[in-house]
């Protein structure tokens, strides 16, 4: 999650942030409010927006893990599960994980 927070490029502390809140949100809706409330400058972005459906979800069928919600959001986009994969297109370097970094942000992170 430190590697994900330090990238400033892709604006790295506002996912971390919508990857901790989704995870959290998951397990505890009644934290939608909290978030709201608390960090308004997260509660107008995107992110923010596309997770609202869960401060209504009270399930415990599957509440994810910060690893899982790295792992499916990174699959379902790459077609590929390792997160040393994620962390590496996170960092600068090579054209190829700048191409993945640019695809990044289309992916289903919040659904």
Aim: aromatic share 12%; net charge positive.
């Amino acid at each position: 999650m430190s590697k994900i927070a330090a990238n400033d490029l892709y604006d790295g502390n506002q996912l971390r942030k919508a990857i901790d809140y989704f995870c959290h949100l998951a397990v505890a809706p009644e934290f939608f409010s909290r978030i709201e409330k608390g960090d308004k400058a997260f509660a107008k972005s995107d992110y923010f927006q596309k997770m609202r459906w869960l401060k209504d979800v009270n399930d415990d069928l599957y509440d994810p893990s910060y690893t899982d919600m790295l792992r499916v959001a990174f699959t379902s986009e790459f077609k590929r599960g390792k997160l040393q994969d994620l962390v590496d297109c996170c960092q600068v370097g090579t054209s190829r994980r700048s191409n993945m970094r640019k695809r990044l942000p289309r992916n289903h992170l919040v659904a």
